[in-house]
């Protein structure tokens, strides 16, 4: 006996001391959990500071590449430390245990990363020490002015008079604010203008300063930088001489002859209002006219309080430099290439990448005309035409008349670089949806809350500077200002797709000939994809743009273990979804536990179950829109923010024509324009809808408070208002959607309603043969900020209109209200209101818009009313209409006194199983009484076919009419 206790005493040290050990790794796992932070601050802050360099070394590349997957490896290492602990009502032994097994697990792999991090952290300080101490930005443009070549302005003549005008105008001291995208021609703008005679006779002196945007400028550096000079009463009027900026104001200052003529300063590509701020006295002692050609939208407002300061009392002026045309874009490209260098059949496809930008156009000519004429067959050109952008960049071209080098300099925007070249995991003319930009970015953790500012606010805020900054380019608005859709011209994209790749920010799969980087994080497949033997287990995020077969993703998603981004919107081939054997929802996206952002819109997704779904602890988006999903699981998803769902009662179906898609359009606002250089390829069939659905709710969806936006449920629970009251637990949604809302529905809906304090979309769609009761005595209160309001059903409400927030409302859309009194007297005075909607909402003889009412109103859509026969607009109503959509009114024949009266400010008009004699008027607006971009479309249902008319439309501005129609197909 005493042998065995001798032995088992003398372990008892050992045990306590691995126990001790044991108890001692959270305190380890919590230091080591800081130090990782600490140095993720660290590389993020060398990241910042060499993206901002112009010129990137092979060795600062390499370490960049070495430093981000660093940064990924340790963001994994923090996520799967900080994720939740098992579900548990009470700290059990299991869940002890896993805890614990959890922080060992994090303890070992963070040691491995700080082994290295020492040795890291030192290479990076030597490869960065003498790249980063050279400043970014000094890279110098010459000028436009004096280059006098009229084959490098063309569709310039109409901005040139325009800004001529500005500059000539007899007044007090100006400053005009050109500004535009890069590439747009705003140097050469500005140039052509001051080479114009009126300006020479107004002008003495020009001083150019040069390159304002490319680094940050101290007062004593803006003085000291170089700016060219030109004396146009001297022989310098043609070779400019070369000065400190300084040295010019004081020539200028001594010129005792200048008092009878004033002298222009160009101040080229600025970016701040400190560059301004520096300049104060020399502004005032000889009040120059102040040119400013920026890249921010937002410069000239951010500016407009320091030149009030001023005592010479400037007047500011904004001045946007367009596009090209497409038509000025064709001219430019065939004054400038070599003919026999350029093979006919890709001239167009080339051509469609310029997207308006002059310097790209003179940039791809100079590339074309360097290779000799054999070298620029066919077979090239249309190679090119696919990676245009790559060889522009690989060729570090001098763009143009005005040899600035081509390079993406975002200064001003490095804290959200990332979020710019992420827009690289978009494919080519795919339209990029706001709203859907945002959530990825927040998905991806490119934004991050600081402050009191939420991660949704910080979204709308990078999106605005990248908007203002026009690094990417607003392609669509709604009726009431907001961008929805948004866009890079093709050779941008191109070019960031490649600067993503190359930087293995992204892996594109767009092309076959594109090399795979050695570390994937971020995959975007736009073409056939190939992934045999690829080491995907970092991962993570897979957007999925192109049909893909069924068994390459499956096998893709089991090795994508990390994933936490997934956008499958469609991904089976047409083969692939008519065979019913084959499962629509792969099995392995529900084992992916890391993920935040699911997209299966549109797809065949019809089950999802909750012991499925709520494996995705983390989930913060979901998006089930256009499924077949009709009921919700019981969530205990506590993370989800997004909760985007709905489907739409189909009427009837359509069959599909050729390889295009059916598409579901309400017959209310769906615009089809179809050119005819392209009508083929955009015919589609359309199925006529209804309204859009909701689907059954869970009964414990009032407990996932991290909600923001909850769209389209159907209130189908049997404990309706217990349901109802729990929505007021939701308060930080910020988008409503309900729909079969019954009578006794509306008391407890109003009660929870006023408790979103944080609400800015309602939309409510009541059950047939239902009403809509919202009135204050059921405790309904219209929050400050409610914005767009949609309600479908007969409405019940008091005359005041009280129940809706006066100062705020910009939307209002009302669909089978049955209105006994006229609503528009009261909704006119509703100061912000841009978008209404009426549908049904009443059913009187006339309409009459009073003087003075709807002045900001730039939609105005009417639908099936029966009984109307005239509208009436009188003096300075409805002044800001922009678009006008009539359906089924039947009994209207006579001319809309509202168009004649705004003809001037109309851009669309729209209309939809009307009167013929309706028809025959709209006609008539080809006269030349209408504007040439006018547009009048007739919609017309053809059976399930959707008929479309355009009676104006142009290519560019004022182009031919065009009538194109969509036949009814056979199945």
């Known amino acids: 006996m005493g042998d065995i206790v001798s032995p088992l005493l003398n372990l008892v040290p050992f045990l306590l001391g691995q126990l001790e050990k044991e108890v001692n790794i959270s305190a380890e796992a919590e230091e080591k959990f800081q130090r990782l932070k600490e140095s993720i601050e660290d590389i993020e802050l060398f990241l910042k500071k060499a993206n901002s360099m112009e010129v990137i070394t092979e060795d600062l590349k390499v370490s960049v590449k070495r430093a981000r997957k660093f940064l990924y490896v340790c963001e994994d290492a923090i996520d799967a430390f900080t994720r939740r602990p098992m579900n548990s009502t009470r700290e059990s032994f299991i869940s002890v245990l896993y805890n614990h097994y959890k922080r060992r697990n994090f303890d070992s792999e963070a040691r491995h990363i700080l082994q290295k991090r020492d040795n890291y952290i030192f290479t990076i300080n030597v490869e960065s020490g003498d790249a980063l101490s050279s400043s970014a930005g000094h890279l ?85 930088a170089n700016t060219k000079m030109w004396d146009l009463s001297s022989a310098e009027k043609k070779n400019p001489q070369d000065h400190k900026l300084k040295e010019a104001f004081e020539h200028i200052e001594k010129d005792t002859a200048l008092k009878e003529k004033s002298w222009a300063l160009v101040m080229d590509d600025a970016s701040r209002v400190n560059v301004f701020m520096y300049l104060e006295s020399h502004l005032n002692r000889t009040c120059p006219i102040v040119l400013v050609t920026t890249r921010v939208r937002s410069l000239q407002s951010s500016s407009v309080h320091f030149f009030k300061s001023i005592k010479a009392e400037y007047i500011s002026y904004e001045f946007e430099c367009v596009l090209l045309t497409k038509k000025d874009s064709r001219s430019l490209f065939q004054k400038n290439i070599h003919q026999e260098n350029i093979h006919g059949d890709v001239y167009e496809c080339i051509l469609e990448k310029f997207s308006g930008l002059p310097l790209e156009i003179l940039a791809t000519c100079e590339l074309l005309n360097r290779r000799r004429p054999s070298a620029t067959g066919a077979l090239y050109c249309a190679s090119l ?47 990029i949806r706001c709203s859907t930009m945002m959530r ?49 011209p093709p050779i941008w994209h191109q070019q960031i797709i490649s600067e993503s790749v190359d930087q293995e920010i992204a892996m594109i799969v767009d092309r076959p000939d594109r090399p795979w980087p050695e570390n994937i994080w971020h995959l975007s497949i736009h073409g056939d994809m190939d992934i045999t033997d690829r080491w995907l287990e970092h991962l993570l995020s897979l957007l999925v743009f192109n049909t893909v077969h069924y068994n390459p993703l499956q096998d893709l998603l089991m090795k994508a273990k990390r994933l936490k981004v997934l956008d499958l919107q469609s991904y089976l081939t047409e083969q692939e979804k008519n065979d019913r054997r084959l499962s629509p929802v792969l099995p392995e996206i529900f084992k992916l536990k890391y993920l935040r952002y699911l997209s299966l819109r549109g797809s065949w997704v019809k089950d999802i179950t909750g012991e499925m779904i709520n494996h995705l602890t983390y989930l913060e988006t979901l998006d089930l829109r256009d499924t077949l999903v009709y009921a919700l699981p019981e969530l205990q998803l506590k993370a989800l923010r997004h909760l985007l769902i709905s489907k739409r009662e189909a009427v009837e179906s359509a069959p599909v024509v050729g390889s295009a898609r059916v598409e579901s359009a309400r017959p209310k606002l769906k615009i089809i324009r179809i050119w005819r250089s392209c009508a083929e390829s955009l015919k589609r069939v359309l199925t006529r809808t209804n309204r859009k659905l909701g689907v059954k709710a869970s009964s414990n969806l009032g407990d996932l408070t991290s909600l923001q936006k909850l769209c389209m449920i159907e209130v189908e629970p049997v404990e309706r208002e217990e349901w109802l009251n729990k929505l007021g637990k939701l308060i930080n949604l910020q988008k409503l959607g309900l729909s079969k809302l019954k009578d006794t529905d509306w008391k407890p809906l109003c009660l929870s309603i006023q408790k979103l304090t944080k609400l800015v979309v309602l939309h409510l769609i009541a059950a047939e043969g239902q009403k809509i009761v919202l009135s204050e005595r059921d405790g309904w209160k219209a929050h400050e900020f409610l914005q767009r309001v949609h309600l479908t059903g007969h409405l019940e409400i008091s005359p005041d209109w009280n129940i809706l927030p006066r100062h705020r409302l910009v939307k209002l859309v009302l669909k089978g209200s049955l209105l006994e009194t006229d609503p528009l007297r009261q909704l006119g005075d509703f100061p912000c209101l841009k978008h209404l909607e009426l549908e049904n909402a009443f059913d009187f003889h006339e309409i009459k818009f009073e003087e003075g009412k709807f002045e900001k109103l730039c939609f105005l859509g009417l639908s099936n009313f029966g009984e109307l026969k005239s509208i009436r607009v009188l003096e300075k109503a409805l002044w800001s209409l922009e678009r006008l959509y009539i359906d089924r009114c039947t009994s209207l024949r006579e001319v809309p006194d509202l168009i004649t009266l705004l003809i001037r400010k109309f851009k669309c008009l729209e209309y939809c199983e009307m009167h013929d004699e309706f028809g025959i008027w709209a006609r008539q607006l080809e006269s030349s009484e209408a504007p040439a971009d006018m547009k009048v479309e007739s919609l017309i249902w053809n059976g399930p076919i959707r008929v479309v008319e355009n009676v104006r439309g142009a290519e560019g501005q004022g182009g031919p009419i065009m009538r194109e129609h969509l036949e009814k197909s056979s199945p």
């Open 140 to 224: 110098s443009s010459s000028i436009a002015y004096s280059d006098r070549s009229d084959k490098f302005l063309v569709g310039i003549d109409q901005p040139k008079k325009d800004l001529v005008r500005l500059i000539c105008k007899p007044e007090r001291p100006k400053a005009i604010f050109v500004h535009g995208p890069r590439g747009v021609g705003k140097t050469s703008l500005v140039g052509a203008a001051l080479r114009d005679e009126g300006v020479k006779l107004l002008c003495k002196y020009y001083v150019w300063i040069e390159d304002l945007g490319s680094c940050e400028l101290s007062a004593a550096a803006l003085m000291e």
């Open 440 to 488: 990825l970015w927040m998905a991806e953790r490119f934004i991050k809350q600081k402050g009191a500012q939420t991660v949704q606010e910080k979204a709308e805020e990078t999106l605005e500077r990248l908007l203002d900054h026009y690094e990417i380019l607003e392609k669509e608005k709604t009726s009431y200002g907001k961008v929805k859709t948004c866009g890079l």
């Open 385 to 431: 035409s696919g990676s245009l952008g790559d060889e522009l960049l690989s060729s570090g071209y001098e763009g143009g008349p005005i040899r600035r080098k081509r390079a993406p300099r975002t200064d001003p925007l490095l804290d959200v670089r990332a979020c710019l070249f992420y827009l690289s995991v978009f494919p080519l003319k795919h339209p």
